[in-house]
């Protein structure tokens, strides 16, 4: 079955700008995840949705970045004036609802942005 | 707060041999425990996880891993590597309490390299 999808794959855009990136999860997955993983490093949490809301947006850097979920399936993560510092690959991540919390997560193939 | 250490940069092995990626892990609680792997240009994909029960725990493509709670370790293994083996390995902790969601807190990677 399809897995979880991210449009662009790759975005370049240059310092002060705005971005948009786009998750569709696996469908029937409630929950939703942003991770944002630099090179040589391990992904690190950004935002979680149960459904449309998010449940946990702790990770989020700072007010520039923003996401969203309105109909509990596609969700956008929005950066307003990047900066070189955003470089990175966003990856999106879905799974069943986390009652329990043991279900894994399943990871869409990222999209590199690249802030010059 | 809840953390993982992945020792070890890069593992080189030859094909055919027994090869072991080590994570360990600190966290509140009894944990929840992934292996995910990422390859080139590709998403990261589940493994195996452990939530409770049987310390040794199988999962996809010939790996196991095996949960030491006195070690506070969580060791990757597989008796015989293949070279498609090779490819970045990614510990990761689910962060309690676990009524609240999904974030997975992950190791830096270890590049594992399997030569014929």
């Known amino acids: 079955g399809a897995g979880v999808s991210q449009t662009p794959s790759n975005k370049v855009t240059e310092k002060g700008k705005y971005v948009e990136l786009r998750c569709d999860p696996i469908s029937g997955h409630t929950a939703l995840y942003w991770y944002r993983q630099s090179l040589g490093q391990g992904p690190e949490f950004l935002i979680y949705?149960?459904?449309?809301?998010?449940?946990?947006d702790s990770g989020l850097p700072n007010d520039r970045f923003f996401a969203v979920r309105p109909e509990g399936s596609v969700s956008t993560l929005k950066i307003q004036r990047t900066e070189r510092g955003d470089s990175a690959v966003y990856l999106c991540?879905?799974?069943?609802?986390f009652g329990g919390g043991h279900n894994e997560q399943f990871f869409g193939p990222g999209t590199r942005l690249t802030v010059l | 707060a809840q953390s993982v250490a992945q020792p070890e940069d890069q593992v080189n092995v030859a094909e055919g041999n027994p090869l072991t990626v080590k994570c360990t892990y600190s966290v509140s609680g009894n944990p929840y425990l992934f292996w995910y792997v990422q390859y080139p240009n590709r998403g990261l994909q589940f493994l195996l996880k452990y939530i409770t029960g049987d310390n040794l725990v199988k999962g996809s493509y010939g790996f196991e891993a095996e949960f030491n709670k006195s070690q506070t370790s969580f060791h990757l293994k597989k008796p015989s590597a293949l070279v498609s083996d090779s490819a970045l390995y990614f510990c990761a902790v689910r962060e309690p309490p676990y009524n609240q969601g999904g974030k997975l807190i992950f190791g830096q990677g270890t590049e594992l390299s399997v030569k014929p």
């Open positions: 949705f149960q459904g449309t809301g998010a449940a946990d």
């Open positions: 991540a879905s799974s069943l609802a």
